[in-house]
């Protein structure tokens, strides 16, 4: 059940550097993060950090891979900025709101007593830190991205809904696909994998 909470305590601090700790930390040590880290009704902090993720990789993306974005009005700069802020400031949040919501539902028949939808978004949303560097044009790196992003969803299920990994997999999967196999192109790195061997 979702709940308003007037003024959340603990949870992540604000600013770029706490950003950045928040990055460094969640990759270095998850489980200790998302233990501390994830606190009800304080989705702030991991919805600016999940669309600062996105603006990253897909800016990185824009530069890197020629054709990455439309471009409209013959404007290429223009429409970079429209394409970057429509995927940080629109979809990237739509995205991890749905994901966690879908999440949530396979969670109600895998854990009885679990964290809420908050708790959700967050973890969905700090588990994307791999994928910084999922832009970068080289597959096998966008692999290793996508891969322990979704080991990171997996324990950051575990930890803040208190369940085994094993269900935290089941729990996680759907939101896994979409995320990192799909909205990051760990598959397409995948196949292109494959396709050079």
């Given at each position: 059940?979702?709940?308003w909470?007037?003024n959340?305590?603990?949870?992540?601090?604000?600013?770029a550097?706490?950003l950045a700790?928040?990055?460094?930390?969640?990759?270095?040590?998850?489980?200790?993060?998302?233990?501390?880290g994830?606190?009800?009704g304080?989705?702030a902090?991991g919805?600016?950090?999940?669309?600062?993720?996105?603006?990253?990789e897909e800016?990185?993306?824009?530069?890197?891979?020629?054709?990455?974005?439309p471009?409209?009005?013959?404007?290429?700069?223009?429409?970079?900025?429209?394409?970057?802020?429509?995927?940080?400031?629109?979809?990237?949040?739509?995205?991890?709101?749905?994901?966690?919501?879908?999440?949530?539902?396979?969670?109600?028949g895998l854990a009885?007593?679990?964290?809420?939808?908050?708790?959700?978004?967050q973890?969905?949303?700090?588990?994307?830190?791999?994928?910084?560097?999922?832009?970068?044009p080289?597959?096998?790196?966008?692999?290793?991205?996508?891969?322990?992003?979704?080991?990171?969803?997996v324990?950051?299920?575990?930890?803040v809904?208190g369940?085994?990994?094993?269900?935290?997999?089941?729990?996680?999967a759907?939101?896994?696909?979409?995320?990192?196999?799909?909205?990051?192109r760990?598959?397409?790195?995948?196949?292109a994998l494959?396709?050079?061997?």
């Amino acid at each position: 059940m979702t709940q308003w909470v007037e003024n959340p305590t603990g949870g992540r601090d604000r600013g770029a550097v706490a950003l950045a700790r928040a990055w460094l930390e969640v990759l270095v040590r998850p489980r200790r993060f998302f233990a501390a880290g994830v606190t009800p009704g304080d989705q702030a902090p991991g919805l600016v950090f999940a669309m600062a993720v996105v603006a990253i990789e897909e800016a990185t993306r824009f530069a890197l891979v020629p054709d990455a974005y439309p471009v409209i009005a013959d404007r290429p700069l223009a429409s970079a900025a429209v394409a970057l802020v429509a995927a940080a400031g629109f979809i990237a949040p739509l995205a991890l709101h749905l994901m966690a919501a879908i999440e949530t539902l396979a969670l109600a028949g895998l854990a009885g007593d679990r964290a809420g939808v908050s708790e959700t978004v967050q973890l969905i949303a700090y588990a994307i830190a791999p994928c910084v560097f999922a832009g970068v044009p080289v597959p096998g790196l966008r692999v290793l991205c996508a891969c322990y992003g979704a080991a990171l969803l997996v324990v950051g299920t575990a930890t803040v809904h208190g369940i085994g990994i094993g269900r935290a997999a089941v729990a996680a999967a759907l939101p896994g696909i979409v995320v990192f196999g799909y909205a990051f192109r760990g598959f397409g790195a995948a196949a292109a994998l494959v396709a050079a061997v």
